[in-house]
């Protein structure tokens, strides 16, 4: 007997692709159930407490992952299965600063390959946590987040500028013609 996953995999290989990666907003099938499917907060992908360490899969798997509410969802034609995530779906591990036309633009790389320029439709937001630690987090796609890791978050602090706003003192970061807040100094 085939398991979920099984039939998961067969249902997206069957699945109409664009360009763009498969047309999430038009699949609408019932919740199938859960999946065990896990997604740590370092980005590794586990089914059944066991790691997929193969890149491709977790990648194919990725281009399905739907966020309502606070769950996540991969999503086939005809199938939705609940997947449990531990922080963010996404790790964005890697950072390049490129000018064009005398403009910075800044551009993420993910844990899936995703690369992402930081801009109006792909903003930047640091949350604070209690002993001050940033947490730096960018919108990829349709709802769904990365994690922007350490050294790519301290490159962006040596990239930043000063500014001030109600008298407080801040650092910003500038891409694709849009300044991005890191955090008060």
Same mark, same amino acid.
């Given at each position: 007997?085939?398991?979920?996953?099984?039939?998961?995999?067969?249902?997206?290989?069957?699945?109409?692709?664009?360009?763009?990666?498969?047309?999430?907003?038009?699949?609408?099938?019932?919740?199938?159930?859960?999946?065990?499917?896990?997604?740590?907060?370092?980005?590794?992908?586990?089914?059944?407490?066991?790691?997929?360490?193969?890149?491709?899969?977790?990648?194919?798997?990725?281009?399905?992952?739907?966020?309502?509410?606070?769950?996540?969802?991969?999503?086939?034609?005809?199938?939705?299965?609940?997947?449990?995530?531990?922080?963010?779906?996404?790790?964005?591990?890697?950072?390049?600063?490129?000018?064009?036309?005398?403009?910075?633009?800044?551009?993420?790389?993910?844990?899936?390959?995703?690369?992402?320029?930081?801009?109006?439709?792909?903003? /930047?937001?640091?949350?604070?946590?209690?002993?001050?630690?940033?947490?730096?987090?960018?919108?990829?796609?349709?709802?769904?987040?990365?994690?922007?890791?350490?050294?790519?978050?301290?490159?962006?602090?040596?990239?930043?500028?000063?500014?001030?706003?109600?008298?407080?003192?801040? /650092?910003?970061?500038?891409?694709?013609?849009?300044?991005?807040?890191?955090?008060?100094?």
């Amino acid at each position: 007997m085939a398991s979920a996953l099984d039939e998961l995999l067969a249902r997206l290989s069957q699945a109409e692709q664009g360009p763009g990666g498969p047309p999430l907003d038009k699949w609408h099938p019932p919740l199938s159930g859960d999946i065990d499917i896990r997604i740590a907060a370092d980005g590794r992908w586990y089914h059944e407490g066991d790691l997929i360490a193969r890149a491709p899969l977790v990648k194919l798997f990725s281009s399905i992952l739907r966020r309502e509410g606070d769950d996540y969802f991969l999503v086939t034609p005809v199938e939705k299965w609940q997947i449990r995530v531990d922080d963010l779906p996404f790790v964005a591990h890697s950072v390049a600063r490129i000018e064009r036309d005398g403009v910075d633009h800044i551009l993420f790389t993910t844990n899936v390959g995703d690369e992402v320029l930081l801009d109006r439709a792909h903003p /930047l937001e640091v949350e604070t946590l209690a002993g001050g630690e940033p947490r730096p987090s960018m919108h990829v796609r349709a709802n769904l987040w990365a994690r922007i890791d350490r050294p790519s978050f301290y490159q962006l602090v040596d990239w930043a500028r000063t500014g001030t706003e109600n008298g407080q003192n801040f /650092l910003h970061v500038d891409s694709a013609g849009q300044s991005f807040t890191l955090g008060s100094i």
